[in-house]
């Protein structure tokens, strides 16, 4: 008979105030997802995997009912509580850098600009001279995991964008921990439909877009290539992969 805690006590929530959470896997005592929030949110993802039959997409929601139909329940750590917002999107950051597998779709507010690095690549991207943007160009961080297949693939599926404005871009920036490490030229921006982008784990993805392209030709990636991003356009914290060079300001 499951013991499955689902819920505090009364007034337990309200002394915790913004935590950070882990939830565990008990069968190898793996770590798979890391959040943040208030009140009963560390139990939320449980109640999620009972109500939602539609898991294909989720593998934070599989790994649940892995879990649940091997007869265990999730193991859920509140890792730092007590803390203001502020300080919580810190912590969640860098736990989701810690723990290398995450089911966790998207990196930690700022992971991409100001997570681990090693002090060679500190050096590297400080060292680096700002890029003076000649082209509208648009600037996608990647996560360094997407990178090590094709850097193509990493940049040009698929992103939360107004393809009316991506279409407008001359150029698409790859951009890795505020480094510019790809430069490519979009020939089609498309809905993130597995028609317009067929391959092994791409399925329907509803209000984002993808480009087909090429890469641009070498006296247009000199300018930009290993370039750092200048400050304006990396805001420290922002979770938004996505910016544009051409409206003069992050967004």
Request: charged share 25%; aromatic share 10%; proline share 5%.
């Amino acid at each position: 008979m499951r013991s499955e805690i689902d819920a505090f006590p009364p007034g337990v929530a309200e002394k915790l105030k913004t935590y950070v959470y882990r939830l565990i896997d008990p069968r190898n005592g793996e770590t798979f997802y890391v959040g943040k929030g208030r009140g009963n949110r560390v139990f939320a993802h449980v109640r999620e995997q009972l109500e939602d039959n539609d898991l294909d997409n989720n593998n934070k929601m599989k790994r649940i009912r892995e879990i649940r139909r091997a007869g265990f329940e999730v193991a859920h750590v509140i890792h730092r509580h007590g803390m203001a917002e502020k300080t919580a999107f810190e912590v969640e950051s860098a736990l989701i850098d810690a723990y290398p597998g995450l089911t966790n779709i998207i990196d930690g507010a700022g992971s991409n600009d100001y997570g681990a690095m090693h002090a060679k690549e500190i050096i590297r991207r400080y060292c680096a001279k700002p890029a003076e943007f000649q082209h509208k160009a648009v600037l996608i961080s990647v996560n360094r995991s997407a990178t090590e297949t094709s850097l193509y693939e990493a940049v040009r599926y698929a992103w939360k964008m107004s393809i009316s404005r991506a279409r407008q871009a001359e150029l698409v920036l790859a951009t890795l921990q505020g480094l510019i490490v790809g430069a490519f030229i979009a020939d089609e921006w498309l809905e993130a439909t597995a028609t317009n982008f067929p391959g092994p784990g791409r399925g329907d993805r509803p209000g984002r877009i993808g480009f087909v392209g090429h890469e641009a030709p070498p006296d247009i990636a000199d300018l930009y290539v290993n370039k750092r991003v200048p400050e304006e356009y990396r805001k420290q914290g922002a979770a938004n992969p996505v910016k544009y060079t051409w409206s003069g300001r992050a967004t």
